[in-house]
């Protein structure tokens, strides 16, 4: 049903846990946009063909008696109502609602952060805590704000080469950001789009199911350079993420200055 | 025919004081000074609501062409990426200067311009002063039996506030760095650094082109509401109505109401841009490596908010006009009374009503929780219904009836189905987990386009040919209006439709490249060529669709001098009011003051064939 779903819409291969449910919301409702569109271009052909003035000189002017029109109209409303109450609320739920998230421990916890034009992703390190920040300490050399004080931070891994780097199986958080104007932070193969937002930090989570490489691409206009504001999302398996991970050395906050 | 009696109060109890206010606003200088008034009184500097409307179909019908030519030039580049621009390309570049169109290759700066001018002139230049200002203007005065709008001054006013927002719009394409290239919507704070080195750039020039546009469509609403309130002939009860001037009262309530938020946005965000203030701008911006010396505390999404109170209503101020024309011409083709009047009615208050709290569904992504994503879903869901309703409405009224297929008509009956794929492609976008996928691709693209451009166009054209016989005395040729709509239908769905493919695919809008850098590549997937082939064969049914405008250009002038005459003022056999004028109406309208006896379209009640009975038309 997935891989059906997916070439008869067009979609990018999908690579993540939730994305089925997706893919069979957006298929049901292309299903009832269907069938409505067909049933109005059967009914329009016709009409505009029997009525038409040579083969019926004289107008009628009452037209159609019947209320099949309304109920056809409820029936619309009720299963709009359905694909509303039974999909897009609960899926919206399980991934916007912050008591749905996986807990910390068994997820991988990133910062992915948004500049003209490419993405920064922040890693917390061995010890799992990102060091903490303030606005108040953006500076050229330090524009997250970092604080070189902060011990937690001391460990923490910057990427400023547009590749993020994941485990399979195992839920990312990404806390998504921006650094100038609003960017938006989408992987079509894992089925999520968020806006990357300045002043802001904004969760999501995803569980990627397939060893590969994505492209992520930046869904919000954002400066002349927009187009080419690509990144990569390498989804490895666990055991290369570890010897991956193993590789990066931490950057202290704010001591290795910004370019 | 008789004297025009715009200078005379008619003395009917329902008209007698807002008339009179007419008529001391229209003619000040005395009885028939109308008749010597000058050149530029007469045809320029008009109160007369048909030369105001004339004026702005002609203004806004020359913008339509000038958003249609950018998007040409726009679409070169996509389906050619870093080419040179034939012919246009050298002239681009003289134009505007090297750093925007060098050795006639389009730069990235150049096409966000071309993009957000595009969406800017076509929405706010082009099609909401074409429904609401040039036919609205025009045809619901004559339609409720009325000799102007109730304040003709402000009527005037309001032309010519559009007209300096327009221009002011213009001149943007010619100052230091270019026009405003931050997206029709204009998102903080890309608004305000896209053009860091000049204090006054495109988007200065923007805003005050916009708070320009939106102040004339103020004094427009509000001189509507009054004239459909006031100024309704004898008789001419609610219920008895055009659905037509329903559309536009409507319309009028959303103008007045949605827009004042975006005319406060937009001030706000001038101070941002020429003052540093911090309205939209939140702490810690850091652009290009260096910290941006704002207070900062603002925020981006304040904006938006703001924008889209105004830019959804603004949605449904396309499309009611749109809605009213086809009624219109499919009423007037089919020779029978709409089917479910009173349905059409209620539903365009439903949907002007819902308008107005389903805006956030354009931020889903921004980082909504669930229920404030669950209410405007849900509102979303609810104002579909309404439409479907309008939708389905017409479609029945077609059946039983006597098809004549007359230019407006094809063009009225295209509308419907084409409306159609652009509202239910709506339906995946309103709903948030499916808009996760399909948000900002060019699925969206192509869904507001077959609402917009197949589907309030399309009626726009149908109301040119409809009405061209009441405002000239000629017909279009019908020919070559046929062959204009042919053409135009079939290029229309051939730019259209593969959008569709492009966005659930994953390809996004207001990409420089058509999305070559996406494209799968080096084991990393991606776009396909397939869909980036469909770039070059939407921009190739582009130019085809700019080509198949030249008939009707043609056509609307030539029959302006030289076409068929009308054999009376009622070619059509229409029963609305606009029909009992004299052709062209005169400076006050009617012969004598009109009457309203019965309903709007009263079509094939009499026993002889295709027998029709005017509204005016005693019992």
């Given amino acids: 049903m997935e891989d059906f779903i997916v070439k008869l819409l067009h979609l990018q291969p999908l690579a993540s846990e939730h994305g089925g449910d997706l893919d069979r919301l957006l298929f049901y409702v292309h299903l009832l946009m269907f069938v409505l569109f067909v049933g109005w271009s059967v009914f329009f052909l016709y009409t505009v063909w029997r009525f038409r003035e040579r083969r019926n000189p004289k107008a009628d002017p009452v037209g159609v008696k019947s209320h099949t029109s309304t109920y056809l109209e409820g029936a619309v409303a009720l299963i709009e109502a359905v694909l509303l109450l039974g999909f897009a609320i609960p899926l919206w739920a399980r991934g916007a609602s912050l008591d749905n998230f996986p807990d910390e421990k068994e997820a991988t916890v990133i910062r992915v952060i948004g500049r003209q034009f490419n993405w920064i992703a922040r890693y917390p390190g061995e010890d799992g805590v990102f060091g903490l920040g303030d606005p108040k300490l953006i500076s050229a050399s330090n524009p997250f704000g970092l604080d070189p004080e902060d011990a937690n931070g001391a460990d923490d891994i910057t990427l400023e080469t547009s590749e993020i780097v994941v485990p399979v199986n195992k839920p990312v958080i990404a806390h998504i950001s921006s650094l100038d104007v609003i960017h938006s932070f989408s992987v079509k193969q894992m089925r999520v789009t968020q806006d990357a937002i300045p002043g802001l930090s904004i969760p999501i989570w995803f569980t990627p199911t397939k060893v590969g490489s994505y492209q992520i691409t930046c869904a919000q206009l954002c400066g002349n350079g927009h187009f080419s504001m690509r990144g990569i999302l390498r989804v490895l398996s666990e055991p290369d993420y570890r010897e991956w991970l193993a590789k990066q050395s931490p950057r202290p906050a704010a001591a290795g200055g910004y370019e | ?619």
């Fill in chain 2, 1 to 619: 025919m008789g004297k025009p009696i715009a200078n005379r109060p008619f003395g009917d109890g329902l008209m007698s004081h807002a008339a009179a206010t007419v008529a001391s606003a229209t003619g000040s200088e005395g009885n028939d000074a109308h008749h010597d008034s000058g050149f530029w009184r007469k045809y320029i500097f008009s109160t007369d609501h048909k030369v105001i409307g004339i004026q702005y179909g002609l203004t806004s019908l020359t913008f339509l062409l000038l958003g249609f030519l950018l998007m040409t030039l726009m679409r070169w580049q996509l389906a050619y990426p870093g080419e040179p621009i034939p012919l246009l390309g050298p002239v681009l570049e003289k134009v505007l200067g090297q750093g925007m169109a060098f050795k006639g290759i389009m730069s990235p700066d150049l096409y966000n311009s071309f993009g957000a001018m595009h969406g800017t002139i076509m929405v706010f230049l082009a099609i909401v002063p074409l429904a609401f200002g040039a036919f609205g203007n025009y045809v619901v005065p004559l339609q409720i039996g009325a000799p102007d709008m109730a304040f003709p001054r402000l009527n005037m006013a309001s032309y010519w506030v559009y007209f300096m927002g327009g221009v002011i719009m213009l001149v943007s394409f010619f100052i230091p760095g270019g026009a405003a290239k931050s997206g029709w919507t204009s998102y903080s704070p890309l608004a305000t650094i896209a053009d860091m080195g000049h204090r006054v750039d495109g988007q200065t020039l923007w805003l005050i082109g916009m708070v320009l546009l939106i102040t004339s469509s103020l004094l427009g609403s509000v001189n509507f509401i009054a004239t459909i309130i006031q100024l309704r002939a004898p008789g001419m009860t609610w219920m008895r109505m055009p659905f037509f001037v329903w559309a536009q009262l409507v319309t009028a309530f959303l103008l007045l109401l949605a827009f004042p938020p975006l005319e406060a946005a937009g001030l706000m965000q001038l101070m941002d841009n020429l003052f540093d203030t911090s309205f939209f701008l939140p702490t810690g911006l850091v652009v290009s490596g260096n910290p941006l010396a704002v207070s900062g505390g603002g925020s981006p999404l304040l904006w938006q908010h703001l924008f889209w109170f105004l830019a959804h209503p603004e949605v449904y101020v396309l499309i009611l006009p749109a809605m009213g024309i086809v009624a219109e011409v499919i009423a007037n083709n089919t020779r029978k009374p709409l089917f479910g009047y009173k349905s059409l009615v209620y539903s365009a208050m439903a949907i002007g009503f819902l308008s107005f709290i389903v805006w956030a569904h354009h931020m889903y992504l921004t980082g909504m929780g669930t229920k404030i994503s669950t209410f405007f879903q849900t509102t979303t869901m609810m104002i579909s219904i309404p439409s479907v309703i309008i939708v389905t409405t017409l479609f029945i009224s077609l059946w039983g009836g006597s098809i004549r297929f007359t230019t407006p008509m094809l063009f009225a009956l295209a509308f419907l189905p084409m409306f159609g794929i652009g509202g239910l492609t709506g339906l995946p976008l309103g709903f948030n987990a499916t808009d996760i996928q399909l948000h900002d691709t060019y699925y969206v693209i192509g869904h507001f386009h077959y609402v917009v451009a197949p589907g309030t166009i399309f009626a726009i054209f149908a109301g040119i040919y409809y009405w061209f016989p009441k405002i000239t005395g000629r017909h279009m040729s019908e020919f070559w209006g046929k062959v204009h709509f042919a053409l135009s239908f079939v290029f229309m769905n051939l730019v259209f439709a593969p959008m569709f493919l492009q966005g659930l695919e994953g390809m996004h809008r207001r990409m420089y490249d058509g999305g070559a850098t996406y494209a799968a590549a080096g084991g990393i997937e991606g776009l396909s060529q397939f869909a980036l082939k469909l770039n070059v064969s939407i921009s190739h049914a582009a130019w085809l669709l700019g080509w198949a405008q030249v008939p009707f250009i043609i056509n609307l002038f030539w029959s302006i001098w030289k076409g068929r005459k009308v054999e009376s003022d009622n070619p059509w056999e229409a029963t609305t009011l606009e029909w009992a004028t004299p052709t062209p109406p005169p400076h006050g309208n009617f012969a004598s003051p009109p009457t309203a006896h019965r309903g709007p379209y009263e079509y094939s009640q009499s026993p002889a064939p295709n027998g029709f009975t005017p509204q005016n038309e005693p019992a």
